[in-house]
């Protein structure tokens, strides 16, 4: 007797996605609640006392009177840019397309006196017309506010610490000035080496560079610690530095 059918059974197969199709992502809003029982402000109650000391300093017209940018972007003016991306930072967001969460936020769009944020591209394009002399700018723009806050809170430290070290940042493509160098997390990869001083007592960032893969030279380093010291408050009056090996050099003891 022959059986004219196939040797192996097919089994009925089963669907594997789910029938139902997801709900759509939670929007921040103005009604979207929030509570928190720790000793720190929330990120967005916090954004009206932080915005408040900005104007007390006299931010708006710091921006104006330090930074040249010679593109003027039509969505927002260069102070309104520079105070969203620092309330962001506040907020906690590390990336510009961050910002499209918060971007119909009344706290927000109220202390920057907009009805919207743009989109991330434009923050892009506003990023990319900065020409390299705003870097430089900016540092000076901080020294400002550093001595305003120091002025404002009664800070006088006649006696500070400097800690200077480098820090490997990875990368994954082809950018400019990467580097096979020092990474232990990522062995054999390319990277950039930012070079980075803060000062021990207040834990502020006084100042730093992004630097190729390479270790830094003497020059660089002399040259950084320079830039450092015409960064400090003008009420320090002895500098106490520390750092690793890796700047142990005689233009770095000279400087």
Known sequence: MV???????????VPQGSPKVGSEPNKIAAKTPFDFSGKNLTPYG???PVATMLEKLGFKQLVEETLTVHRIPRAMSIY???L???LAIYVGFSRLNHLRFVAQDPMLTG???VGELPPQSTFWRFAASLALPVAKQLLVLQRVLRQRV??????RLETITLDTDTTVHTLYGQQMGGRRSYNPKNKGKRSYQPILTFLAETREYVGGELRNGDRPRGRQI???LDNVFAALPACVGQI???ADAGFYCWEAIEA
């Open 3 to 13: 059986k004219d059918s196939s040797k192996h059974t097919r089994r009925t197969s």
């Open 46 to 48: 916090g954004l009206l």
């Open 80 to 82: 309104q840019f520079l």
């Open 84 to 86: 969203a991306m620092v």
């Open 111 to 113: 202390v920057l006196q």
């Open 150 to 155: 120091w002025e404002a809170a009664n800070v």
């Open 222 to 224: 002399a040259r950084h």
């Open 240 to 242: 106490f530095a520390r």
